[in-house]
């Protein structure tokens, strides 16, 4: 049973290296998720892979079914979760090429189904700390393996695209205190976080955000520049996957306990 997931964003759409072994189409209450669930070894352990946006990016991110996704994913027993995306850098470190997993995260989205206690239970689930604690330090120990550069903090803000920000948006986001702008993360993250499953974001720049460099943005330079990271990409989940990383504690798997109303 595959206890690793790995969502994948625009740009990745597999895992070079991944054997496939099976897939898994899985219904859910809420209804489909993105694509059939991959499942497959890397460095000998068992992942189910999911890109988020479809095989063929047919699936906008203001459409994806965030709760199916999640949902199907705990389906198949797993009970941790990698979601990789790209995004825009808003902050000085945050060039193109950059991998970051961000410590906080903004949600500026609206009319997405952002729970899955929608009715019947009245539940907060706790959100201060909104990524993996315990995952967060396997990638960076991971990471120190691999060889590669992680920015290992930073606040990422989802917006609902499609469309991309104004210049002004950006300069206010960033006094907010946003380091990078994506589409992707919420409610992916709390909805895994309702489910008690670990979760860690692993950012992809792709692009400076708007107005920050003054060059019109495209999504074939997002697109390109989330090919290009996709060998770091590969490596970094390798070195996570091969490696048995003591797993410092975390809270996830509670989640609930003194959420329920
Ligand atoms: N803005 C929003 N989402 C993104 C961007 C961006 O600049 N780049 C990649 N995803």
Known sequence: MPLLGVIGGSGLYDIPGLEIT?????ATPYGDPSDVYRIGKLAGTEVAFLPRHGTMHHIQPHKINYRANIW??????????LSVGAAGGISGPMEPGSIVVPDQIFDMTSGRHSTFYEYDEVVHIDFTEPFCAGLRERIFAASEMAGLRVIRKGTYICVNGPRLETAAEIRAFSILGADMVGMTGMPEAVLARELELCFAGISVITNYAAGISGKKLTTTEVVESM?????????????????????PACFCGQALKEAKM
Do not use: S
């Open 22 to 26: 099976g897939a898994e189409k899985i």
């Open 227 to 247: 090919k290009a990271a996709t060998e770091k990409i590969k490596e970094l989940l390798k070195a996570f996957f091969a490696t048995d990383f003591p797993v």
């Open 72 to 81: 199907g994913f705990r389906e198949l027993g797993v009970t941790k979760i």
